[in-house]
């Protein structure tokens, strides 16, 4: 994965108003931390940086006062209306390190005719090198039969990435849909035990 690189500017205002500032300004205030360094408050590059955060697990290359950072986004606030970046806090990882991300899970191919799937986890806990963060995880469906349950320790993943959690874990569970006929009947039986309005 290729690194987005970003130019920042160390923070000095803190608090509400400093960061509408920093926003107005279309950029985005930031914290960078970890490998026991104290937090680094930043100011990014809006524009680039919201693009950059579109793909999973992004890798970023930050310079800060002419030194190049790696790091990786860990938690990314939006405004639940507009729907803008708000505040990013970045951790800065090494080539050759791991760190654990959640990925994604992506569905591919058919289950069997007459049967539906439901993707039981949205996302998989997984632990990758910090240079090479998968974006997602493909579940192959093809041709499974009803009461079929793709599990976590079955699932193919992506070369150097390791799963952490139970192998158990339901992902993805094929299922007949429910008839209209069926939904029906039980809509009639319902009705006939509910109590009889006086």
Known sequence: MS???????????????AARRIRRASQIPAVLYGHGTDPVHIA?????????????????????D???????????????????????????????EKVEVEVNVHVVGESAPGTIHVVESQTLLLEAEATHLPESV????????AGHIVRAGEITLPKGAAFHGDAELAVVAITEPRSEVAAEAEAAEA???APAEA
């Open 44 to 64: 990014l590059p809006g524009h680039v940086t919201t693009l950059a955060l579109k793909q999973a697990n992004a890798l970023f290359s930050i310079e800060l």
């Open 191 to 193: 009705a006939e035990e």
């Open 138 to 145: 493909e579940v192959s469906i093809e041709g499974l039969e």
């Open 3 to 17: 690194e987005t690189k970003l130019v920042a500017e160390a923070r000095t205002e803190f608090g509400k108003g």
């Open 66 to 96: 002419g030194k190049p950072v790696l790091a990786i986004a860990k938690d990314v606030q939006r405004d639940p209306v507009k729907d803008v970046v708000e505040h990013i806090d970045l951790l800065i990882v090494k080539k050759g």
